[in-house]
């Protein structure tokens, strides 16, 4: 979707230039000494701790942008600077281009009220409101009447499946419940941006896989501007039109799941793609030579979108060159099953190349 | 230096007792050597704190007020006038919500005037009848918890009322009606103030310290300079006692409140205020609601104390009762303090675990079922007081109210028991009580009294050393030395000999029982509900049955305060032994230990951090009740807080006698604490 969305020339909807957070008192001071050059280990030992160092990257209309890293990597810190939960010590953030750390508190109130949504790890309920009640919540607030928030409340409860218990508490629901709940109630206000941090990290794997079924069908309805955080590479490669992979509050390398699988930029990121099939992530386009003479071509058509794995069977059982086709219907290239035999086993997968 | 190497704790311990000893047998007992106590520097402050509140009161700041009554202005001073507004404000709410439950015409009068109530016979309020306030407390418990606690608030109402003691009792109540809710609202605001600001939580931290381990009666002497006596001193007082632990559990409950809740408020564009009322208060609703209970009780073991500065009400007649030696009618008067509290207690916390209710499918009557149900009653109460009124002609209405000692009484019963005790038991208690005295109180007291003030700051600062460093040392060492300047330094010493005395019996018996409760489930369920009823009792009750046995004695202050010491004893043993972790347990029992071993090697040593800060909420407890013992006559600091209470320029002593307690309490603290953190820590248990 990114690459249209720039082809398009659609606007960023968050930009980020030289984002910097530190922690720690004289944050100001030893980054202003630095000249943007950030040594977390000097940091450090005058007491200060790095949480985003140098972030700059745009997201645009529509797109979800995952943040990837592990425990302690800044990729939360750096949510919660775009949503100014945090202070940002140095850097721009612009919000539809306009200023968000110029903003005023009253400003800032009234950007959260109408633009943001925000869904949280551990859900953040208020446990002594019901669930339409922690749902109508951000309206209420807003100063909306009880009968208008109510009404808009019961259409979210619907939108994520829970009618019937919305007169439940927080601590009668599951955890999957209660996520829904956050998921409606960030949704309440029509935002245009959402942002998750770590939404499904607290639930079993069996209903992680669940919700985030439920997050795309959402998406495709509703077409965001989506910020997501995870530690589940996974899930970044399942969810994500584009992926940017952070350590130590530096951002390793922002692109797409083909690109960041098939072309890691540094060797951290490398280790994180190695154990990943890539016949499971990686889209028939990302592999595909190009297109021969139709003489040489079999019957058999795929689609330049489909996951290689979903189509490696018949593409092996036919003897020819496979034609690659685009969603006009146009050839746009060709593959042979030797390519998908050498993708599987052969060099091409990082996986045996280890061994 | 093998030993040193390895135990250098012991070593310095060591050392520190050979210095402290060849102190104590060296420095001569001679009031000019500076060894033996230190000159009182402070002798002048109490005159100096006596001045400037004098000034406050009459010269500071003069304003001219216009008298109705002389009809002309009159110059007074800013501050007095402020306090007397105040207390009048007081004193009007105190006496509104009285007259509802009880009767009269004051209210009335403050709206028209005593002329009007004369001239129309009709104007007065009439009295509620005990059977509506029996019924409601009993709803209230019925809607909160369910049937046992109406049963038992039922019970107590009634005992209450059949004894004739439904007057002082519900003075009682209306003195703690307006006081609670003053404290809660006063704490809720501190607490949130401090949690907003870092400045005001510095602020008010060490003063909240040195609050909660002042003496009640500290507290009586500057609020009854400032606002006189009767029952709105008593409240104020009360109010400034209570209101502490209110701001401490609110300002807990707002920092447990989970960041993703605040971060979600903030998401959904809360204002600050919005984000303090519908986000953080309520989220954090247990904790304050706990807060509100601990004022509540707060609120009751003033009111006998209270009643030294004029509050009406049971205080004031056990207190009457207690001085004329009349010990049945103190008992009866003591178990209605004790079932109100316990009462009060029961229905605080009940309505802080209740979950909140939701009524949207409700209809009206469902929704206000208790409101309606209560209306009824009422009106049907007070039909059968009327009816009342003509099956007990000329006699006393009992469906009304049953007045001041009127009504059925044990006094006879309990006075002939203790007239039986003393005859039978008078040589054994007598024995008892001479061997005590003689044989270890005495010695001891002669031994702390013979300790030079050097070896004191030595010993003690040594300790703070070896526990907590330089930091603790200088700590420990600031806080006794302000009592060293003072002219009470003996006795403070007396203070702390009794304290430690009753610490040293309480903290053994504590354990004791405590592990022994913990072995068996339901035993140590059992123990903690004791203990849970046991503390609401008021600190002054426990006065009464010891009086009873052993009289008006050194050994009766004693026995009490060990009994009410003993108390977070047992608690917090049980709880430490308890909280030991099952896979310990577990690891153990593979191990093959037998009873004995498993409390020496595994639950002893890891319950112990926990059970050292049992032994320090008992030497508060203690501390609080030696000086409560000065009433019935002991030579410690208390019995001057006492004299400074009857005293008219009393309140720079009544002051500095009560930050003298305080610091006592706050250097032991102080050292328990710090070792039992470290102790938590380096067992990976904080």
Redesign the interface.
């Given at each position: 979707m990114t690459s249209q969305a720039i082809k398009n020339g659609a606007k960023p909807v968050i930009k980020c230039s030289s984002v910097y957070k530190v922690f720690g008192e004289n944050a100001k001071k030893l980054l202003a000494k630095s000249n943007g050059r950030v040594d977390a280990k000097i940091f450090k030992d005058a007491g200060c701790v790095v949480g985003v160092n140098n972030a700059s990257f745009e997201v645009y209309e529509g797109e979800i942008l995952v943040v990837m890293g592990l425990s302690g990597s800044g990729k939360s810190t750096l949510l919660?600077c775009i949503?100014r939960?945090t202070d940002t010590t140095a850097g721009d953030i612009f919000i539809d281009g306009q200023d968000l750390l110029a903003m005023t508190s009253k400003q800032l109130?009234?950007l959260?009220?109408s633009k943001?949504?925000?869904v949280?790890?551990?859900?953040?309920?208020?446990?002594?409101?019901?669930i339409?009640e922690n749902i109508a919540?951000?309206l209420q607030?807003?100063g909306k009447s009880t009968d208008d928030s109510v009404k808009r409340a019961l259409e979210m409860v619907k939108l994520v499946g829970l009618d019937g218990r919305e007169?439940y508490?927080p601590?009668q629901l599951s955890g999957g419940q209660q996520q829904r709940v956050?998921i409606a109630?960030?949704l309440a206000?029509e935002p245009d941006i959402w942002?998750l941090d770590e939404p499904f990290s607290a639930l079993d794997p069996l209903i992680r896989k669940e919700m985030q079924d439920e997050f795309l069908r959402l998406q495709g309805v509703l077409n965001k501007t989506i910020l997501f955080v995870t530690h589940d590479f996974n899930e970044a490669l399942r969810l994500a039109d584009r992926i940017a992979i952070m350590k130590d509050g530096v951002i390793e390398q922002l692109d797409t799941p083909a690109n960041i699988v098939l072309c890691p930029a540094t060797e951290y990121v490398r280790k994180f793609t190695e154990e990943v099939p890539r016949e499971k992530v990686l889209k028939i386009e990302s592999v595909m030579d190009p297109a021969v003479d139709a003489s040489l071509l079999g019957p058999l058509q795929v689609s330049n979108g489909a996951i290689i794995y979903t189509v490696a069977e018949a593409i092996l059982t036919e003897p020819k060159h496979v034609a690659v086709i685009n969603t006009r219907g146009e050839v746009v290239g060709s593959i042979h099953s030797a390519k998908i035999i050498s993708m599987l086993f052969g060099q091409g997968n990082a996986t045996h190349e280890k061994v | 230096m093998k030993l040193l190497k390895n135990h250098p704790k012991y070593v310095h311990f060591i050392a520190l007792l050979t210095v402290f000893f060849l102190l104590c047998l060296t420095v001569t007992p001679n009031e000019t050597n500076i060894l033996w106590r230190l000159p009182p520097l402070f002798a002048g402050l109490p005159g100096s704190i006596n001045g400037f509140a004098e000034h406050l009161m009459y010269d500071w700041f003069p304003v001219e007020i216009y008298d109705p009554e002389l009809e002309e202005y009159e110059t007074s001073a800013l501050v007095r006038e402020l306090t007397r507004g105040f207390s009048r404000g007081v004193l009007f709410c105190i006496e509104f919500v009285r007259e509802i439950l009880l009767g009269g015409v004051k209210t009335i009068v403050v709206f028209t005037s005593w002329d009007f109530v004369g001239d129309n016979k009709w104007a007065v309020w009439p009295a509620l009848p005990w059977t509506v306030v029996s019924g409601g407390v009993m709803l209230l418990g019925y809607a909160l918890r369910g049937k046992a606690l109406a049963l038992l608030a039922g019970l107590a109402t009634a005992y209450i009322a059949i004894f004739g003691q439904w007057e002082p009792a519900m003075e009682t109540l209306s003195f703690v009606l307006i006081a609670a809710p003053v404290s809660c609202l006063l704490g809720l605001f501190l607490g949130a103030v401090a949690y907003k600001s870092k400045a005001a939580e510095t602020i008010l931290m060490p003063l909240l310290n040195v609050a909660q381990t002042m003496p009640h009666f500290s507290y009586l002497i500057p609020v009854m300079v400032f606002f006189g006596v009767g029952d709105h001193a008593g409240a104020i007082a009360t109010i400034i006692f209570a209101t502490p632990p209110m701001i401490r559990l609110t300002l807990l409950g707002l920092k447990r409140v989970?960041l993703?809740?605040i971060?979600?408020g903030?998401?959904?564009?809360?204002?600050n205020a919005?984000m303090m009322f519908?986000?953080l208060i309520?989220?954090a609703?247990r904790d304050i609601l706990i807060g509100t209970n601990q004022v509540i009780m707060q609120c009751l073991a003033m009111a006998v104390i209270a009643s030294f500065i004029g509050a009406k009400g049971l205080g004031f007649n056990l207190l009457l009762a207690l001085n004329q030696l009349r010990i049945g009618q103190a008992l009866e008067l003591g178990i209605c303090i004790v079932l109100i509290a316990v009462v009060l207690d029961k229905l605080s916390l009940a309505w802080a675990n209740k979950?909140?209710d939701?009524f949207?499918?409700y209809r009206f009557v469902q929704r206000h079922k208790y409101g309606i149900f209560f209306l009824v009653f009422l009106v049907a109460c007070v039909m059968l007081s009327v009816l009342g009124k003509f099956i007990f002609a000329g006699g006393i209405n009992y469906f009304h109210l049953i007045p001041h000692n009127q009504g059925i009484t044990t006094e006879l019963f309990w006075q002939s028991g203790v007239d039986w005790m003393v005859e039978n038991w008078y040589r054994g208690l007598q024995t008892f009580n001479n061997w005590l005295i003689i044989d270890v109180l005495m010695p001891m007291k002669t031994a702390y009294l013979g300790m030079p003030v050097s070896a004191t700051f030595v010993l003690v600062m040594g300790i703070g050393f070896i526990i907590g460093g330089l930091r603790s040392a200088l700590i420990v060492g600031g806080l006794l030395l302000f009592i060293a300047f003072t002219e009470w330094w003996d006795r403070a010493l007396i203070t702390a000999y009794m304290t430690s005395f009753a610490v040293l019996v309480s903290a053994l018996i504590g354990i004791v029982v405590g592990s022994l409760c913990a072995q068996n489930s339901f035993a140590s369920k059992l123990i903690l509900v004791v203990c849970d009823t046991l503390q609401t009792f008021p600190s002054f009750i426990y006065l009464i049955p010891v009086i009873m046995l052993f009289g008006v004695t050194d050994t009766s202050v004693l026995i009490a305060v060990i009994v009410y010491a003993t108390i977070p004893a047992v608690r917090y043993t049980v709880e430490g032994l308890s909280s030991v972790p099952a896979t310990l347990q577990d690891a153990g029992s593979m191990a093959g230990v037998n009873k004995l071993q498993r409390w020496v090697n595994i639950e002893m040593p890891l319950a112990f951090p926990h059970i050292m800060l049992g032994v320090n909420q008992t030497v508060v407890f203690a501390l609080f009740m030696v000086i409560i013992g000065a009433m019935i006559g002991t030579d410690d600091l208390g019995q001057y807080i006492l004299k400074a209470l009857s005293d008219k320029n009393g309140i720079g002593n009544g002051l500095m006698l009560g930050l003298c307690v305080a610091f006592l309490g706050l250097a032991v603290d102080h050292l328990i604490r710090t070792w039992a953190d470290q102790k938590k820590v380096a067992l990976g248990m904080a």
């Amino acid at each position: 979707m990114t690459s249209q969305a720039i082809k398009n020339g659609a606007k960023p909807v968050i930009k980020c230039s030289s984002v910097y957070k530190v922690f720690g008192e004289n944050a100001k001071k030893l980054l202003a000494k630095s000249n943007g050059r950030v040594d977390a280990k000097i940091f450090k030992d005058a007491g200060c701790v790095v949480g985003v160092n140098n972030a700059s990257f745009e997201v645009y209309e529509g797109e979800i942008l995952v943040v990837m890293g592990l425990s302690g990597s800044g990729k939360s810190t750096l949510l919660r600077c775009i949503s100014r939960l945090t202070d940002t010590t140095a850097g721009d953030i612009f919000i539809d281009g306009q200023d968000l750390l110029a903003m005023t508190s009253k400003q800032l109130i009234e950007l959260r009220r109408s633009k943001m949504g925000m869904v949280f790890q551990n859900f953040g309920l208020l446990p002594h409101k019901t669930i339409l009640e922690n749902i109508a919540f951000p309206l209420q607030v807003k100063g909306k009447s009880t009968d208008d928030s109510v009404k808009r409340a019961l259409e979210m409860v619907k939108l994520v499946g829970l009618d019937g218990r919305e007169n439940y508490f927080p601590r009668q629901l599951s955890g999957g419940q209660q996520q829904r709940v956050g998921i409606a109630r960030s949704l309440a206000v029509e935002p245009d941006i959402w942002f998750l941090d770590e939404p499904f990290s607290a639930l079993d794997p069996l209903i992680r896989k669940e919700m985030q079924d439920e997050f795309l069908r959402l998406q495709g309805v509703l077409n965001k501007t989506i910020l997501f955080v995870t530690h589940d590479f996974n899930e970044a490669l399942r969810l994500a039109d584009r992926i940017a992979i952070m350590k130590d509050g530096v951002i390793e390398q922002l692109d797409t799941p083909a690109n960041i699988v098939l072309c890691p930029a540094t060797e951290y990121v490398r280790k994180f793609t190695e154990e990943v099939p890539r016949e499971k992530v990686l889209k028939i386009e990302s592999v595909m030579d190009p297109a021969v003479d139709a003489s040489l071509l079999g019957p058999l058509q795929v689609s330049n979108g489909a996951i290689i794995y979903t189509v490696a069977e018949a593409i092996l059982t036919e003897p020819k060159h496979v034609a690659v086709i685009n969603t006009r219907g146009e050839v746009v290239g060709s593959i042979h099953s030797a390519k998908i035999i050498s993708m599987l086993f052969g060099q091409g997968n990082a996986t045996h190349e280890k061994v | 230096m093998k030993l040193l190497k390895n135990h250098p704790k012991y070593v310095h311990f060591i050392a520190l007792l050979t210095v402290f000893f060849l102190l104590c047998l060296t420095v001569t007992p001679n009031e000019t050597n500076i060894l033996w106590r230190l000159p009182p520097l402070f002798a002048g402050l109490p005159g100096s704190i006596n001045g400037f509140a004098e000034h406050l009161m009459y010269d500071w700041f003069p304003v001219e007020i216009y008298d109705p009554e002389l009809e002309e202005y009159e110059t007074s001073a800013l501050v007095r006038e402020l306090t007397r507004g105040f207390s009048r404000g007081v004193l009007f709410c105190i006496e509104f919500v009285r007259e509802i439950l009880l009767g009269g015409v004051k209210t009335i009068v403050v709206f028209t005037s005593w002329d009007f109530v004369g001239d129309n016979k009709w104007a007065v309020w009439p009295a509620l009848p005990w059977t509506v306030v029996s019924g409601g407390v009993m709803l209230l418990g019925y809607a909160l918890r369910g049937k046992a606690l109406a049963l038992l608030a039922g019970l107590a109402t009634a005992y209450i009322a059949i004894f004739g003691q439904w007057e002082p009792a519900m003075e009682t109540l209306s003195f703690v009606l307006i006081a609670a809710p003053v404290s809660c609202l006063l704490g809720l605001f501190l607490g949130a103030v401090a949690y907003k600001s870092k400045a005001a939580e510095t602020i008010l931290m060490p003063l909240l310290n040195v609050a909660q381990t002042m003496p009640h009666f500290s507290y009586l002497i500057p609020v009854m300079v400032f606002f006189g006596v009767g029952d709105h001193a008593g409240a104020i007082a009360t109010i400034i006692f209570a209101t502490p632990p209110m701001i401490r559990l609110t300002l807990l409950g707002l920092k447990r409140v989970s960041l993703e809740v605040i971060e979600a408020g903030a998401m959904n564009g809360c204002t600050n205020a919005q984000m303090m009322f519908k986000v953080l208060i309520p989220t954090a609703r247990r904790d304050i609601l706990i807060g509100t209970n601990q004022v509540i009780m707060q609120c009751l073991a003033m009111a006998v104390i209270a009643s030294f500065i004029g509050a009406k009400g049971l205080g004031f007649n056990l207190l009457l009762a207690l001085n004329q030696l009349r010990i049945g009618q103190a008992l009866e008067l003591g178990i209605c303090i004790v079932l109100i509290a316990v009462v009060l207690d029961k229905l605080s916390l009940a309505w802080a675990n209740k979950q909140t209710d939701y009524f949207a499918d409700y209809r009206f009557v469902q929704r206000h079922k208790y409101g309606i149900f209560f209306l009824v009653f009422l009106v049907a109460c007070v039909m059968l007081s009327v009816l009342g009124k003509f099956i007990f002609a000329g006699g006393i209405n009992y469906f009304h109210l049953i007045p001041h000692n009127q009504g059925i009484t044990t006094e006879l019963f309990w006075q002939s028991g203790v007239d039986w005790m003393v005859e039978n038991w008078y040589r054994g208690l007598q024995t008892f009580n001479n061997w005590l005295i003689i044989d270890v109180l005495m010695p001891m007291k002669t031994a702390y009294l013979g300790m030079p003030v050097s070896a004191t700051f030595v010993l003690v600062m040594g300790i703070g050393f070896i526990i907590g460093g330089l930091r603790s040392a200088l700590i420990v060492g600031g806080l006794l030395l302000f009592i060293a300047f003072t002219e009470w330094w003996d006795r403070a010493l007396i203070t702390a000999y009794m304290t430690s005395f009753a610490v040293l019996v309480s903290a053994l018996i504590g354990i004791v029982v405590g592990s022994l409760c913990a072995q068996n489930s339901f035993a140590s369920k059992l123990i903690l509900v004791v203990c849970d009823t046991l503390q609401t009792f008021p600190s002054f009750i426990y006065l009464i049955p010891v009086i009873m046995l052993f009289g008006v004695t050194d050994t009766s202050v004693l026995i009490a305060v060990i009994v009410y010491a003993t108390i977070p004893a047992v608690r917090y043993t049980v709880e430490g032994l308890s909280s030991v972790p099952a896979t310990l347990q577990d690891a153990g029992s593979m191990a093959g230990v037998n009873k004995l071993q498993r409390w020496v090697n595994i639950e002893m040593p890891l319950a112990f951090p926990h059970i050292m800060l049992g032994v320090n909420q008992t030497v508060v407890f203690a501390l609080f009740m030696v000086i409560i013992g000065a009433m019935i006559g002991t030579d410690d600091l208390g019995q001057y807080i006492l004299k400074a209470l009857s005293d008219k320029n009393g309140i720079g002593n009544g002051l500095m006698l009560g930050l003298c307690v305080a610091f006592l309490g706050l250097a032991v603290d102080h050292l328990i604490r710090t070792w039992a953190d470290q102790k938590k820590v380096a067992l990976g248990m904080a």
